[in-house]
């Protein structure tokens, strides 16, 4: 049964002998339609669905699989079921039909289940390509959740898929497809803090008695579609070459010498999707694949670690590929910065080649919104971004400090221990070196912990380096805390006095040490080139 979904009273009614009933006054009069051009006699009316965009307009799919008839069987009607069209198209010849949709924005894009999975159409029918990741399963029935763009396939036997956002196929032409590079239109994204009932990722320590399904990849989706590969190695064009060389009988070149060099230091040509806001600054560029075809990544609404208001190094991001989520930054790794706020950004694609961009395609717009259920302000947001830029700045200030000394440590311990083996090597540079070695353990120890007494159990005093992480807010949209705050004051006076003792060490005190090995003739330590003479 199908009820008109643009005019009361119009209905509609397939029974198990091929007869399709329509009244147009709510039940009053009835007529029949019980003949459909290319439909066997006396097949199941499977399925019926009315049009959400004209009134008149419904779909029917019959089934004639009693008869030892596995044929699909999909028609369309634009005026209630008087003349049927048949929109089978170039579905497989077997693979009945039984669930069927239409896109609630496209009426030509459409959707069919059928006895070996599911199949899309972008002209009304007339061409299917089949939906990729479903087992060969019969899809018996077919529903869209409109505000997300969801399609929602359930299966016999099997459960149920859901293809999340499958939006950007309205707008996915033959045109847009034969370009270098096109980037299709993105949608809002809410930024909102994701929530772990279970005590971690997905049903946590749960185990199998309960069931979660993975939810969509948080953030803003990037759909794009390449026409050829942007990037092929020499190495890969070298076996490609060989491959059809020994297919085709012919002599293998072998590479020269030359041509592994040039193999190895080749630098790839790179895709990136620049991220920037309305005022034109770029939070963040993503490395996207650059293989042929489509491809779908999520940015997860964080900026680089060098983004306007994070201060720092290397962009860096989280996971790509068809499907993924994130992608590492442009000619970086490492972790992201913080949240971005909400407002109007823009995206493009790049072709990074030899350190210079190029626009390949975009940009196009969308926005982040603050999430509507927040119980927080936007004020609030922009207090927790601003004070966790200062938090970032001064965590990445410590880091950079903790690995010089550690750098610093083990040209010392070298030191000491090749003054050690020097019997001409005067006491009081003996002395100096080891008093040097112990305040720089000194520093290390309140820099990043006492790592000796920890170890055992003992209680020992908070480090600077944990003094910063515990000054950064929950979150992303509370303000900073007053402990946060004071976690903050603490952690930079404490770090400001410590830096002021290791960096004479780490940058003089070092180094003139090293002048004294060299003019006794020490034997080499790590980071030391000895003179030659």
């Not at 894009?109 to 070996?116: I, M, S």
């Not at 599911?118 to 390509?129: E, F, I, N, Q, T």
């Not at 060099?261 to 996207?288: H, K, M, P, Q």
């Amino acid at each position: 049964i199908a009820e008109s979904q643009k005019q009361d009273g119009l209905q509609f009614v397939g029974t198990d002998d091929g007869l399709i009933q329509i009244t147009e006054d709510g039940g009053a009069n009835w007529r029949k339609s019980d003949s459909v051009p290319g439909v066997p006699g006396n097949a199941y009316v499977q399925r019926l669905i009315t049009s959400r965009h004209e009134a008149k307009s419904v779909f029917a799919a019959f089934n004639n699989h009693q008869n030892g008839d596995f044929s699909p069987y999909l028609f369309k009607s634009t005026d209630a079921g008087k003349r049927w069209v048949s929109i089978t198209g170039d579905l497989p010849k077997r693979g009945t039909v039984y669930g069927f949709a239409e896109d609630h924005v496209d009426p030509m894009l459409l959707f069919a289940g059928t006895e070996f999975g599911a199949y899309v159409s972008k002209d009304g029918g007339a061409h299917w390509l089949k939906i990729p990741g479903l087992p060969t399963i019969q899809v018996r029935d077919i529903a869209i959740q409109r505000q997300a763009d969801d399609l929602v396939l359930g299966t016999f036997g099997r459960g149920i898929y859901v293809v999340d956002d499958y939006s950007r196929l309205r707008d996915v032409t033959t045109a847009s497809l034969a370009a270098i590079a096109t980037l299709y239109p993105m949608k809002d994204a809410i930024s909102f803090v994701r929530r772990s009932p279970f005590g971690g990722n997905g049903k946590g320590t749960q185990g199998e008695a309960i069931f979660s399904a993975a939810n969509p990849e948080y953030g803003a989706q990037i759909t794009y579609s390449l026409k050829e590969t942007l990037f092929t190695s020499k190495k890969d064009k070298r076996v490609e070459a060989q491959r059809a060389a020994e297919k085709a009988g012919k002599p293998v070149v072998y590479p020269t010498a030359a041509d592994f060099i040039a193999e190895a230091e080749e630098e790839a040509v790179v895709l990136g999707a620049s991220i920037a806001d309305a005022s034109g600054r770029v939070w963040r560029v993503l490395t996207v694949p650059g293989t042929r075809g489509m491809h779908r990544v999520t940015w997860d609404l964080r900026g680089a670690l060098d983004a306007p208001g994070d201060g720092g190094a290397t962009a860096a991001a989280g996971g790509a590929g068809t499907g993924g989520g994130g992608g590492g930054g442009l000619g970086g790794g490492g972790a992201a910065g913080s949240a971005v706020p909400p407002g109007k950004y823009t995206l493009t694609l790049v072709r990074r080649e030899q350190g210079a961009s190029t626009p390949l395609a975009g940009p196009v717009s969308f926005n982040i919104l603050h999430d509507p259920a927040a119980t927080t302000t936007l004020a609030d947001r922009e207090a927790n971004l601003a004070f966790r830029a200062q938090v970032q700045k001064l965590t990445r200030q410590i880091a950079a400090s903790v690995e010089a000394a550690n750098a610093a440590k083990t040209k010392m311990d070298a030191i000491v221990k090749v003054l050690d083996q020097m019997p001409q090597a005067p006491k009081a540079l003996t002395d100096r070196a080891r008093d040097v070695n112990r305040r720089l353990t000194v520093s290390l120890r309140a820099l990043r912990g006492d790592n000796i007494n920890s170890a055992r159990g003992e209680q020992v005093a908070v480090s600077i380096q944990s003094r910063a992480g515990n000054a950064s807010p929950d979150g992303v949209l509370a303000p900073p805390t007053g402990t946060n705050r004071q976690e903050y004051d603490i952690a930079a006076a404490d770090f400001a006095s410590e830096y002021a003792k290791l960096k004479p060490i780490v940058t003089t005190e070092i180094a003139a040490l090293e002048q004294e090995l060299d003019r006794l003739g020490a034997p080499p330590t790590p980071g030391r080139i000895p003179p030659t003479q």
